[in-house]
C-alpha cells in the first residue's frame, strides 16, 4: 500500500516558491504554533504583480520606486506565505521559524502573536475583495499547516490588532473559509462565520 508523501520539506511547504527573508527569528522556547493570522498587503497600495511585496519581505525594495514608499521606508518585516491574486503562492520563512509579521499583538489570551503564529498574506488591498484562486490556494495552505501543526484558531491581523490594523478587511469573505474548513475544529474570530 503506497503511503501518502508529505507535502513539507522540513518546514518548507513544496508547492511554494521558496524566498527566504532575513526577517526571522527562533521561536521562544515551548511555543505552540496554533495560530493562522491572514494578513492583506499590495505595494504600492492597489497594484499587483510588480514583486514588490517580495522586494519588500527580502529587504530590497527600491524605497525610491514609488512616492508611497518614503513612508515605510527601512522597514524590515515578513511573513511566512504570501499569495498572489493568481494563486502564486511565496513563502520566506520556515513555518517553524518566527516571522516579523503581527507586531504589537494579542489574542486567545495571549500576546506577542508572532511567538506563536504563522503569517499569511494576501496580495490584496484592505477592505477589497479576493480572488478565487487566492481563496484555494488559502484554503489549501491552511490545510497543509493543519497537518504540520496544532492549528486551531484562525483570524485576520485586525482582530489581533485591532487598534491598529484593519486587514485583511471587510473584503475577505470569512464565510467562505469556514464552511471550507468546518469540522475541522478550528475557530475563526467571533461573528465571522456568518453567512449574512
Same mark, same amino acid.
Request: aromatic residues 10%; hydrophobic residues 40%; glycine residues 12%.
Given at each position: 500500500?503506497?503511503?501518502?508523501?508529505?507535502?513539507?520539506?522540513g518546514?518548507?511547504?513544496?508547492?511554494?516558491?521558496?524566498?527566504?527573508?532575513?526577517?526571522?527569528?527562533e521561536?521562544?522556547?515551548?511555543?505552540?504554533?496554533?495560530?493562522?493570522?491572514?494578513?492583506?498587503?499590495?505595494?504600492?497600495?492597489?497594484?499587483?504583480?510588480?514583486?514588490?511585496?517580495?522586494?519588500?519581505?527580502?529587504?530590497?525594495?527600491?524605497?525610491?520606486a514609488?512616492?508611497?514608499?518614503a513612508?515605510?521606508?527601512?522597514?524590515?518585516?515578513?511573513?511566512?506565505?504570501?499569495?498572489?491574486?493568481?494563486g502564486?503562492?511565496?513563502?520566506?520563512v520556515? &513555518?517553524?521559524?518566527?516571522?516579523?509579521?503581527?507586531? =504589537?499583538?494579542?489574542?486567545?489570551?495571549?500576546?506577542?502573536?508572532?511567538?506563536?503564529?504563522?503569517g499569511?498574506?494576501?496580495?490584496?488591498?484592505?477592505?477589497q475583495r479576493?480572488?478565487?484562486?487566492?481563496? &484555494?490556494? =488559502?484554503?489549501? =495552505?491552511?490545510?497543509?499547516?493543519?497537518?504540520?501543526?496544532?492549528i486551531?484558531?484562525? &483570524?485576520?491581523?485586525?482582530?489581533?490588532?485591532?487598534q491598529?490594523?484593519?486587514?485583511?478587511?471587510?473584503?475577505?469573505?470569512?464565510?467562505?473559509?469556514?464552511s471550507? =474548513?468546518?469540522?475541522?475544529?478550528?475557530?475563526?474570530?467571533?461573528?465571522?462565520?456568518?453567512?449574512?
Open positions: 500500500m503506497a503511503t501518502r508523501s508529505s507535502p513539507w520539506r518546514g518548507w511547504l513544496a508547492e511554494a516558491h521558496r524566498l527566504p527573508s532575513p526577517n526571522q527569528g521561536r521562544p522556547a515551548g511555543a505552540q504554533v496554533d495560530l493562522i493570522v491572514v494578513h492583506s498587503i499590495s505595494l504600492p497600495p492597489g497594484s499587483y504583480g510588480g514583486g514588490q511585496v517580495q522586494q519588500l519581505f527580502t529587504n530590497r525594495l527600491d524605497w525610491n514609488h512616492p508611497y514608499f513612508q515605510i521606508r527601512g522597514l524590515q518585516v515578513s511573513s511566512h506565505f504570501f499569495i498572489e491574486r493568481t502564486a503562492l511565496w513563502q520566506f520556515d &513555518a517553524g521559524q518566527r516571522a516579523w509579521h503581527a507586531g =504589537l499583538s494579542h489574542y486567545r489570551g495571549r500576546g506577542n502573536c508572532n511567538d506563536d503564529s504563522v499569511i498574506e494576501l496580495e490584496g488591498l484592505e477592505g479576493f480572488e478565487s484562486a487566492q481563496y &484555494a490556494a =488559502l484554503l489549501r =495552505l491552511c490545510r497543509a499547516l493543519m497537518e504540520q501543526f496544532p486551531r484558531f484562525i &483570524a485576520g491581523h485586525e482582530h489581533i490588532a485591532p491598529r490594523k484593519g486587514d485583511p478587511g471587510s473584503g475577505f469573505e470569512w464565510p467562505r473559509l469556514w471550507a =474548513l468546518a469540522g475541522s475544529g478550528v475557530l475563526l474570530p467571533p461573528g465571522t462565520a456568518r453567512t449574512a
